[in-house]
């Protein structure tokens, strides 16, 4: 394999674009590429997306990832959006490209790549959780990976008790007063179906963009149960009874707690937690770690079942934990491991 060949045709530039052949950017926006597609929704892979909806001529994504674009405000022509299936073929002048699901949020996809001009096959992780099991692993040449837990020490303990933990927490919160849970877009409908598989019957209460997004996703075969819009006539009858449990964008907690009774109970789903599934922050606060990314051992297995003769990092959205993954592949797995976006001279030292 030609390393500077491939990095002309496979890369991650510096706007946390994807690169794959000449038409595909993926995740954020670069000038000159055709088509953009969007793994999912979460605002790290939705950059410049208006920019893309402007000047590429096809914007591409899963059937509910595409659903909850426009919930979020995103406005695609028809003519310009492309809505496809897992599995589905896509042939281009250079190549051949299908989503492979992924367990991450609703939506979510990891997009195969068949280079015809390179003749190797490339595949793109996206964000991810349980590899092998959720997330199928794709067998490539050269494997993209993202890196979000990508430190060694970032090893989630208890992290199949968290579910568990989280009902049991809300279900006693519940019987002194009214739960307010944060979170960010799909984690936020992944707790509402956990608790609802879990029994828990209070009425759910949010703000419109979060009802609709749940609305969504409920068509999609996740349990919402009972959930009206925060102003609605319903809500106001729910508020009265105080029994109830509010979901709000992790952006909000400040000025929800600021603004909530002493009787309220504010939880936080967060992937920032290692030691425990869960934490008592103060009388009113908990933390939950509930992760939609795997951890640092997760990572390392999927490149491992890959086994690729080249893997990049996605630095553009994991910073120095990239740095540190690709260090540790290379240590590890003895797999050529480049963090990007970077230069082409600092790459020629990674491949010592
Ligand atoms: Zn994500």
Known sequence: MNLEKILDRISIKSSGAIIMGSNLMIDAHEPGYPIRIVTHIHHDHITDLNK??????????????????????????????LSLDYGRNIRLDDGEFKFIPSKHVIGSTQVFFRDYILGIDVGY????????????????DVLV????????EWLRRMKDLAEELFIDLVKQLLSQGPVYIYGYHGKLQEAMHILRTGGIIAPFLAPYKIY????????YGYEIGELYPENSDAACEVLRTRWYILFEHLSKIRQRIMSSSPQVSHIVL???EFESAYRKLNERVW?????????????????????????????????TAADIFAHEIMKKLKIPAIPMPKTITSIKSYMR
């Open 52 to 81: 893309s909806i402007r000047e590429s001529s096809l914007i591409i994504g899963t059937p509910p990832t595409l659903e909850i674009l426009r919930e979020l405000g995103y406005i695609i022509p028809d003519y310009k959006s």
């Open 125 to 140: 992780t996206s964000d991810f959780k349980d590899p092998g099991k959720g997330t199928p692993i794709m067998n490539v």
């Open 145 to 152: 990976i993202e890196s979000t837990y990508g430190r060694p």
């Open 212 to 219: 609709k997004i749940s609305k969504v996703t409920e068509k």
């Open 270 to 272: 967060t992937g920032w």
């Open 287 to 319: 933390k939950i770690a509930l992760s939609d990314h795997g951890d640092f051992e997760d990572l390392l297995n999927y490149v491992t079942q890959s086994s690729p003769r080249l893997v990049i990092v996605d630095k553009a959205r994991a910073g």
